[in-house]
């Protein structure tokens, strides 16, 4: 069965201090893994794609990572406004599930000033 | 570029009604897909669509169901509304099907 975990299922920084979000998955041919940001009350927001093992994106205060079976979300010198949830999902690329998103629970953030 | 819209924004209705929602994808984006999200069951595919064809459905009830217009935008419905449908309902949009999705807002229902 497909299946997303994340880790931690909170976590708490002060200001400046780096951490990482973990996404570990199994699925029947990963087609694309997908990092969403999403504040309260509001639809997830885009942030990464990532099709194959060892591939890795930026932007700004994050990085994202993969490999066959996790993914890390490194979070650098973070600052209170990076506090959200961290969604992470998986597209099938075979199987009962193909081509729809199966998301983990996320990673609530606070980052402290 | 305007994002995914969709209306109602809350929704409010009782038990064994019946509610509408709908979503605009994206300009020149043709594929879209409905998920639920609750606190405990997280997000949860519901269907998706392409071209005016459902392409995929996750695993809920006949109770909801969906189309989707020449125009690319789509509609969910819900029927016999129960008190465990109470949930955030997003939409999101790709310009073909396996493609990156963009979320729109969501609509938020309370079923009393």
């Known amino acids: 069965e497909d299946q997303v975990t994340q880790s931690p299922e909170a976590l708490r920084l002060q200001e400046g201090e780096s951490s990482s979000l973990n996404c570990s998955y199994t699925?029947?041919?990963?087609?694309?893994l997908f990092w969403y940001r999403q504040d309260p009350g509001k639809g997830p927001e885009f942030l990464f794609t990532?099709?194959?093992a060892g591939e890795e994106k930026e932007k700004e205060r994050l990085k994202a990572t993969l490999t066959k079976k996790e993914s890390f979300l490194h979070i650098t010198a973070p600052k209170p406004e990076d506090s959200a949830t961290y969604l992470c999902?998986?597209?099938?690329?075979?199987?009962?599930?193909?081509?729809?998103?199966?998301f983990g629970k996320g990673t609530k953030l606070s980052v402290k000033p | 570029k305007a994002g995914v819209t969709q209306t109602p924004r809350y929704l409010i209705k009782t038990r064994g009604q019946q509610v509408t929602l709908s979503c605009s994808p994206i300009?020149?984006?043709?594929?879209v897909s409905w998920y639920q999200q609750t606190p405990g069951q997280g997000l949860q595919f519901l269907f998706e669509?392409?071209?005016?064809?459902?392409?995929n459905k996750g695993n809920f009830p006949g109770r909801f169901s969906g189309r989707q217009f020449s125009n690319s935008r789509s509609e969910m419905n819900v029927s016999t509304l129960e008190l465990g449908d109470s949930a955030l309902y997003l939409c999101?949009?790709?310009?073909?099907?396996?493609?990156?999705?963009?979320f729109g807002p969501g609509t938020r229902l309370l079923v009393l």
């Open positions: 990532l099709y194959s």
């Open positions: 300009s020149g984006h043709r594929s």
């Open positions: 999101a949009s790709s310009q073909r099907p396996q493609e990156t999705q963009y």
């Open positions: 699925v029947s041919g990963l087609r694309g």
């Open positions: 999902a998986v597209q099938a690329g075979a199987g009962g599930s193909q081509g729809n998103l199966i």
């Open positions: 669509y392409f071209s005016e064809t459902q392409r």
